[in-house]
C-alpha cells in the first residue's frame, strides 16, 4: 500500500545517545513535515521540508536535525537524547506545502529516552 | 497547540450523534481539517473545510464554521463503536503549516 513508512516502531534509548528516525514515503510528495505527540499538548511540528534539498524549523526544533538529500527520505536525527523527547514521533507529507494539500501521516515511532 | 483548543474527553451511546467542538485564533486560516487517531496508528483525514464555507456534509459527518467566533464543530450522526479515536482539529497558517489541537478522545459506549 502506497504511504509513509517510519522505522522503527518503538525504540528505547539511553540519555546522551544519538539515534536516527527513518521515514520514507512513496507518493512522490514534495513537502515532509516530523512532529510529536504528547498528552495533552497534540501535535507540534519539529522541522519540515517544502522540497527535497531544503529544510525548516517548526515550533520545537531544539536538540533535533533533519535533512532531505532526496524526494522519498526525511530522517530525523536525535544527536543526544533527553527523557524529554520521550514522545511518539509522527512523519507526514504533503503533495505541496499549501493550504489545501492535506498531510498523510506514517503509523508512528514511540521513543523511550531513559 | 495553544492556537487551537478542543476538549480532551467525549462519552457518547451507540447510535446517539457526537459533537466535537475546536476554537481557533488565526482569522486568517484558508482551511480547518479534521483528522481521527485510532489506536497506534497515524492520523488520517477525515474532513476539512474552506474557510468561506458555514457548512460541510459529507455521509455522517456534518462540519459547522462560524468564523466570526472562530469555531468549528464535527458532528457524527449515528455514531458507531468503529468511531472511538483521538479526533484533532487543526488550521492552517499564514505560512502554510498546520496547528493541531490536543485532540479529543470519543468513547462510544454501548
Redesign the interface.
Known amino acids: 500500500t502506497a504511504g509513509?513508512t517510519q522505522a522503527p516502531t518503538s525504540q528505547i534509548l539511553a540519555a546522551g545517545r544519538s539515534m536516527t528516525l527513518r521515514c520514507t514515503q512513496d507518493m512522490r510528495h514534495n513537502a515532509m513535515?516530523w512532529?510529536r505527540q504528547d498528552l495533552?499538548?497534540?501535535?507540534?511540528?519539529i522541522h519540515?521540508s517544502n522540497t527535497a534539498g531544503t529544510t525548516g524549523k517548526?515550533?520545537v526544533p531544539d536538540g533535533y536535525s533533519v535533512s532531505r538529500a532526496n524526494t522519498d527520505d526525511f530522517p530525523l536525527t536525535l544527536a543526544s537524547a533527553v527523557p524529554s523527547q520521550t514522545s511518539v514521533y509522527?512523519c507526514?507529507s504533503s503533495e505541496t506545502?499549501?493550504?489545501?494539500s492535506?498531510?498523510?501521516?506514517?503509523?508512528?515511532t514511540r521513543l523511550t529516552v531513559t | 497547540?495553544e492556537d487551537?483548543e478542543q476538549s480532551?474527553f467525549l462519552s457518547v451511546r451507540e447510535g446517539d450523534s457526537s459533537v466535537i467542538n475546536c476554537t481557533y485564533t488565526d482569522s486568517s486560516s484558508?482551511?480547518l481539517?479534521w483528522?481521527k487517531q485510532e489506536p497506534?496508528?497515524?492520523?488520517?483525514?477525515l474532513t476539512?473545510i474552506?474557510s468561506n464555507m458555514d457548512m460541510k456534509q459529507d455521509q455522517r459527518l456534518t462540519v459547522l464554521l462560524n468564523k466570526k467566533d472562530k469555531h468549528l464543530s464535527l458532528r457524527i450522526a449515528d455514531t458507531q463503536t468503529g468511531d472511538s479515536a483521538i479526533y484533532?482539529c487543526a488550521e492552517?497558517r499564514s505560512d502554510?503549516?498546520?496547528s493541531?489541537?490536543?485532540?479529543t478522545t470519543v468513547t462510544v459506549r454501548a
Do not use: D
Open positions: 509513509i513535515y512532529y495533552g499538548l497534540g501535535l507540534r511540528l519540515y517548526g515550533e509522527f507526514a506545502a499549501s493550504n489545501n492535506p498531510l498523510h501521516f506514517g503509523n508512528g | 497547540g487551537v480532551l484558508t482551511y481539517y483528522y497506534g496508528a497515524g492520523l488520517q483525514l476539512y474552506f484533532f492552517s502554510y503549516k498546520l493541531f489541537g490536543a485532540g
